[in-house]
Structure formats: structure tokens, C-alpha cells
């Protein structure tokens, strides 16, 4: 009977330390490396789902005709010639293919798409513009559509530009919003009121002190983007929240043996 209750109790510490100290998985731009897939394509962000981690993140634009568009670089390569996403009309970019045979995704079909997703959140991040009204209007117009199909609550949003941050922590107080810039410390980023800190591993690596600072903060603490078994293992030891990865089942893997 009392090796029973020791057993019970041995598996509540083991349990309840794994679950304070398991990190979660974001898959960098969806989960592209694999067949048929593509960075920020509709198929990346299902099958980000389909292997059940936290979040799938993905980058969004503002096409020169004011609509929003997912895609990472500030350029696209359409018939051979390079355009540049903000300044090229909605019409013209719906022509650009992705490496999978994907049309270059609109937001309002990236959400559409994402409803339907049962396991992961989705990770928009906001990528910096030209002009402050710009960026206004994209973070303005992706919000809305996200309140308007009721996907707030699995909803998160990121930038590197402190106008973005702001802007979204206005336009919806509830959501979580991260910083990824790196150049700001957590009692910075709780006076702006943010969720926490989105920095690359190496900031993380130089001032692991911010982890636990951010924690005391009530601050969450995510890291970009980790990819070799090194460099998961350093940031799965500086106990961080969420670690983005382009390798989501080699962090899974690794976290499984930890
Ligand atoms: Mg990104």
C-alpha cells in the first residue's frame, strides 16, 4: 500500500514537472519542408496542424490595392521579372505561384483555411512597410477579419516594428502580442503591456537572464528560428515557452527524449 501511494506520488512530480517545463512548437512560416508543401502556403498551415503543434505562424503584406496577402519576402518573382508585394495590385499578385503550384494566398483564404484547423493556433506576423499608414491598414484590416469569423482567442500576433505591436495591442487588448526585434528588455515590454518577447535564439543565448525575467513578469518567451539539434537543446535547457522552428518533428523528437 505505501510503495503504491510512493509510485502515485512519483508519477504527479514527474508529471506535473513535465508539464511545467514542456516547451511548444511553432512551425516557421507553416510546416513547409515536406512533400507538397510550401513557406506560407494554405497547405503549410494544414499540415502544421495535421502534426499537432502549438502554432503556425505566417507573414502578411498589404497589396498597393489594400488587400492583404501572406508571403515573407517584400518581393515576389512573377514571369521572371522581381515585384515588389506592397506596391503590386491584388490582381497581379493572385498570378504568382508558390514552389507547391499554390496561388499566392490571400488572408481572408489563409483564415478561411484556418478555421477548419482543430489543434494548432495560428501566428500572424505583421511585416514592416513602407509607410505607418500602411501598416495601420493591414493591422486594421487582419484583425477584423479575424474577429469577424470569431478566431480571436487562437490568434496571435508578432512584428519587429514597435508601431505594429502597439497597433495590435490596441486593436484587440485580449490578444497575445509579441515583440521580435530583440533590442528590448521584459520590463520594456511589460510597460507596452505585451505578452512577452519573440527573439532570435542568439539574443536568448546572450541574456538568458530575460528568460526567467520575463516569467516573473508574467511574460511568455518564444525563440526564432531554431533548427539544429544544438541550438533546441540550448533553448529547451533555458526552459523558453515556444521554440519556432522550421524542423517542427526533429523538436518534437528531441522534446520527447528529454
Ligand atoms: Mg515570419
Not at 493556433?121 to 484583425?143: C, G, P, Y
Request: aromatic share 8%; hydrophobic share 40%; proline share 3%.
Amino acid at each position: 500500500m505505501k510503495r503504491n501511494a510512493t509510485t502515485i506520488l512519483l508519477f504527479i512530480l514527474l508529471f506535473s514537472t513535465t508539464a511545467v517545463n514542456a516547451q511548444q512548437i511553432i512551425a516557421h512560416r507553416g510546416y513547409w519542408k515536406t512533400d507538397g508543401s510550401a513557406q506560407n502556403s494554405i497547405t503549410a498551415l494544414m499540415k502544421a496542424d495535421s502534426i499537432s503543434v502549438y502554432g503556425s505562424e505566417v507573414d502578411v503584406w498589404l497589396s498597393s490595392d489594400g488587400v492583404p496577402v501572406a508571403n515573407h519576402d517584400a518581393t515576389v518573382m512573377l514571369n521572371g521579372v522581381k515585384i515588389t508585394v506592397e506596391e503590386t495590385p491584388l490582381s497581379t499578385l493572385r498570378q504568382v505561384k508558390l514552389s507547391n503550384g499554390e496561388t499566392l494566398p490571400t488572408v481572408e483564404e489563409y483564415l478561411d483555411a484556418f478555421a477548419a484547423c482543430s489543434h494548432t493556433r495560428l501566428i500572424i506576423e505583421f511585416k514592416t512597410h513602407s509607410q505607418k499608414e500602411r501598416e495601420e491598414e493591414l493591422a486594421r484590416k487582419v484583425i477584423k477579419m479575424v474577429h469577424e469569423r470569431g478566431l480571436q482567442e487562437k490568434v496571435e500576433y508578432i512584428a519587429f516594428g514597435i508601431h505594429f505591436v502597439l497597433q495590435a495591442r490596441q486593436l484587440d487588448p485580449q490578444a497575445a502580442v509579441y515583440y521580435l526585434n530583440g533590442d528590448l528588455s521584459p520590463g520594456d515590454l511589460s510597460v507596452m503591456g505585451l505578452a512577452g518577447f519573440d527573439y532570435h535564439h542568439s539574443v536568448v543565448a546572450k541574456k538568458p537572464e530575460w528568460v526567467q525575467a520575463a516569467h516573473e513578469l508574467g511574460q511568455m518567451v518564444n525563440v526564432w528560428t531554431v533548427n539544429t539539434p544544438e541550438d533546441i537543446r540550448k533553448m529547451i535547457g533555458l526552459k523558453v515557452d515556444f521554440i519556432t522552428t522550421d524542423e517542427p518533428l526533429l523538436v518534437k523528437e528531441i522534446l520527447q527524449q528529454q
